[in-house]
């Protein structure tokens, strides 16, 4: 079975090959398609996507692949890749410079190595479990201190989240927080937390079938010394809906305050 180190490793010598193939489609993607409503899909992320799935398939046959565009294929090892190929395919396609590469790798109960590709500004998030977190060489540690009343948050939103169901929750949390911001890739913005850019990503979707947005920064945030958790404070887990990921004291904050003041 390979280590953390060696999937990392092979994630370190594919995402150069998907992001050029991103960042050479940016300036003239093609045509836009709608999966549905609200989802768009160019045929650059299919391309990447196939590339990644050749290459972890031929790697090793026997993993588990869930990818974005091209779906689920089971496999008979302990090791299940998820595999976004453009998150932040509206930005990505409109011209706007914010998306990126992402994929993680999933064993047992957790994100075991991640990688996260800015290919506009060549920045490469990476990590492998007990191996610490990266961008490009340098190494990633938060610093805990951080309070809600002075953090950046990313809030992502989406219909049916808690956060949208409670009655008053945004304007409260614009008054709680220094700064709200929703940027159009979550991997992206949670690579961001591990790199002190950001402080709080505020998630209202984390089922194992959406894994794909979030499992290459997971590994990275997590070896950061950022805490991944869902609204019971629990490790995000298969079974969780809403994620809060950042500097473990900063996401208890944001938990606390939600549970006892939402609104
Ligand atoms: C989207 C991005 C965005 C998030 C959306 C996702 P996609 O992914 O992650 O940040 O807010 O919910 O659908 O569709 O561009 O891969
Ligand atoms: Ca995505
Ligand atoms: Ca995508």
Redesign the pocket.
């Known amino acids: 079975m390979p280590t953390p180190h060696e999937l990392s490793a092979f994630l370190s010598d594919l995402m150069p090959r998907l992001g050029a193939i991103a960042k050479d489609g940016y300036e003239n993607p093609g045509p836009v398609e709608w999966k549905e409503r609200g989802?768009p899909v160019t045929a650059i992320d299919r391309r990447i996507e196939t590339l990644a799935r050749e290459a972890i398939h031929q790697a090793w046959p026997g993993h588990a692949i869930q990818g974005?565009e091209h779906g689920s294929t089971p496999g008979n090892a302990p090791t299940t890749w998820y595999i976004?190929p453009?998150?932040?395919?509206?930005n990505f396609a409109r011209g706007l410079p914010f998306f990126s590469v992402s994929i993680g790798a999933w064993r047992h109960d957790r994100m075991i190595a991640g990688s996260v590709l800015d290919p506009l500004r060549n920045e490469h998030f990476h990590a492998a479990a007990g191996l610490g977190a990266h961008l490009n060489e340098r190494p990633l540690q938060l610093k805990p201190g951080r309070v809600l009343r002075d953090a950046n948050v990313s809030l992502?939103t989406?219909a049916g989240s808690r956060y949208l169901k409670t009655p008053g929750f945004m304007p409260a949390l614009q008054r709680r927080v220094a700064k709200t911001r929703?940027m159009?890739?979550?991997?992206l913005?949670m690579a961001y937390v591990a790199a002190g850019r950001m402080d709080l990503v505020v998630g209202g979707?984390s089922k194992p079938q959406d894994w794909w947005?979030i499992a290459g920064a997971w590994a990275v945030l997590e070896e950061s010394g950022g805490a991944v958790l869902d609204l019971s404070g629990k490790n995000l887990s298969p079974d969780s809906s809403h994620l809060v990921a950042g500097e473990p004291g900063l996401a208890r904050e944001f938990i606390d305050w939600f549970e006892s003041h939402p609104a």
């Open positions: 989802q974005e976004d453009i998150d932040g395919t509206m992502q989406s929703r159009g890739s979550i991997a913005e979707r947005d």
